[in-house]
């Protein structure tokens, strides 16, 4: 069973700060990530994917992976209230096109 | 570009009964894959097609079938409803099956 494991939260930060989701996964064939935001009573929205070891900069966020560690993190720089929302991270191992997402975190950044 | 488009927007149905939900992906997207979200958890894989052949299948019992049209459109029939089928049933579309692009959902409630 792979499975795909997020803190729930709500995870609170305040303006301007920068809030840190993670994600850790089981399955170490694994080859594809992504984030995804989700307002609430809204659909998912991706965010970002990455592929390799390393950091990924795309605008305020940056996808952090460490296949070693089995591990991919969010970070986002400089949040604003309007990024208050579920943050699902979800996992494709290699030669399968079915992600496995987890529950979300709830993210709350208050003015 | 419109994105993905699902229709019926909310629906209700009694225990028992069947239900089909429509989804249109986005132009040039040749991968649907339907997914099932309850609160407070991730959306959970149901079935994904890729040029009209399934090409993945989820832990959902045999009363839930899909199938894709010629052009790209897809249908997700769910027979002999129950309670328990009550979500939010979201249809992505992809190039390729990597990333997922959502859309708005279809509420069902089951009563």
């Known amino acids: 069973q792979k499975e795909v494991e997020q803190n729930s939260g709500p995870l609170s930060v305040p303006e301007g700060a920068i809030a840190s989701l993670n994600c850790t996964y089981s399955?170490?064939?694994?080859?594809?990530f992504f984030w995804y935001r989700q307002y609430s009573g809204k659909s998912p929205e991706l965010i970002m994917s990455i592929y390799s070891n390393g950091d990924k900069e795309d605008g305020r966020f940056t996808a952090q992976l460490n296949k070693a560690s089995q591990y991919v993190s969010l970070l986002i720089r400089d949040s604003q209230p309007s990024d208050s929302a579920t943050y699902l991270c979800a996992v494709q191992s290699g030669g399968s096109y079915i992600p496995t997402f987890g529950r979300g975190t709830s993210l709350i950044v208050h003015p | 570009d419109a994105g993905v488009t699902q229709s019926p927007t909310h629906l209700i149905k009694t225990r028992g009964q069947h239900v089909t939900l429509r989804c249109s992906p986005i132009?040039?997207?040749?991968?649907v894959s339907w997914y099932q979200q309850v609160l407070g958890q991730g959306p959970q894989f149901i079935f994904q097609?890729?040029?009209?052949?399934?090409?993945g299948r989820g832990n959902f019992p045999d009363r839930f079938s899909a199938r894709q049209f010629p052009n790209y459109s897809s249908e997700l029939n769910v027979n002999a409803l129950l309670l328990g089928d009550s979500a939010l049933y979201l249809c992505a579309s992809s190039l390729a099956g990597w990333e997922q692009y959502f859309g708005p959902g279809t509420r069902l409630t089951v009563t």
């Open positions: 399955d170490r064939g694994s080859q594809s």
């Open positions: 132009s040039g997207h040749k991968s």
């Open positions: 097609y890729y040029e009209k052949e399934e090409r």
